[in-house]
């Protein structure tokens, strides 16, 4: 079993963006700026948010944190998305979801400029994703595509199975995971709640993609010997052994599952890392305006 270290591939690809900012930032004078709007205090997208923000600053990026009260309207929040989108001093925007319960996320996310959409959940970046062209890969997607193609895993051919649909991960995954691109070229079966027997189809997967947010869901017994196995779960639990007050697990029952894996990644220190690195490429991208021209 070898583990597909997000930590060190973070690391690496982290020092690349700096060096590439750098040349950019002294090129243009002017760093690339990435904007987070968080609603509410959720003590999760908290955490999120600050990490983004941190590791912005550690690449070299301006990075602006706007924070609202829970109570915001959704007008208000998408007026203030539109006077972003037209600030030229902006490179990227991004709105932490959750969102509460009377903000609608689809309208949201649709007037955020695709062209700073660094989240890559516009639609227009959605299509475009489908298409094979180029555009902003929801960052979490993306970065498991950049730890695979760090590793030179060879996925052509290979049966993926990912576990969860939703927008934000197991649906781009399936796209990028089936389209005509190393890593990419597998057969792609995506699978939801409604699926029936989803042991016998996780079986069926060289590769398993987790993305449910349920503690330990994929165990041994739905895993075949060998397969690669990527786990996006991050499910927080109270805990009096950390400093930070809890603890995160996967969706993988790792201890279980590691032995089975030819390739597994550990939560903490697998995709979470990866994700951020997915961010800050989309987020330089869009200050060189090498995927859609400026302005
Ligand atoms: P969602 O809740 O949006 O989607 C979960 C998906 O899992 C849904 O498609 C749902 O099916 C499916 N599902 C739920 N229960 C079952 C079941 N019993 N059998 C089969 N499928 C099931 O979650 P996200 O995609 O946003 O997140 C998934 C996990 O990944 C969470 O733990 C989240 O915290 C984590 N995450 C981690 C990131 C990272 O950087 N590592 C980034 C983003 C998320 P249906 O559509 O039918 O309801």
């Given at each position: 079993m070898n583990i597909l270290d997000g930590k060190e591939v973070s690391t690496k690809i982290k020092e690349d963006i700096k060096v590439e900012t750098a040349a950019f930032t002294a090129a243009s004078g002017r760093k690339p700026h990435l904007v987070a709007i968080l609603v509410g205090n959720d003590g999760g997208s908290e955490t999120y948010v600050a990490s983004k923000m941190r590791n912005c600053e550690l690449v070299g990026f301006e990075s602006t944190n706007i924070r609202y009260d829970v109570e915001v309207s959704e007008a208000e929040l998408i007026a203030k998305i539109q006077e972003i989108n037209k600030d030229p001093n902006i490179d990227g925007l991004i709105v932490q979801l959750p969102?509460?319960?009377?903000?609608d996320p689809d309208k949201v996310t649709e007037a955020i400029d695709h062209r700073k959409d660094v989240d890559g959940f516009h639609p227009i970046n959605l299509g475009r994703m489908q298409r094979n062209l180029p555009c902003f890969i929801p960052a979490t997607p993306y970065g498991i595509m950049l730890m695979l193609a760090h590793y030179g895993?060879?996925?052509?051919?290979k049966h993926a199975v990912v576990v969860g649909r939703s927008n934000i991960v197991g649906s781009p995954m399936s796209i990028l995971l089936a389209r005509n691109s190393n890593p990419g070229n597998c057969t792609v079966t995506l699978t939801h709640s409604k699926t029936k027997d989803l042991k016998t189809e996780v079986l069926r997967g060289d590769i398993i993609v987790a993305a449910i947010g349920k503690k330990n869901f994929v165990t041994a017994d739905m895993v075949k010997d060998g397969a690669i196995v990527i786990d996006v779960g991050i499910n927080r639990e109270n805990s009096t052994e950390t400093k930070s007050g809890f603890k995160l697990y996967g969706d993988v029952d790792f201890d279980n599952v590691a032995p089975k894996a030819s390739w597994i990644t550990p939560v903490p220190g697998g995709v979470g890392l990866m994700t951020i690195v997915g961010l800050l490429k989309n987020t330089l991208e869009a200050a060189k305006g090498t995927i859609y021209a400026k302005g």
């Open positions: 969102l509460p319960a009377h903000i895993i060879d996925t052509a051919g």
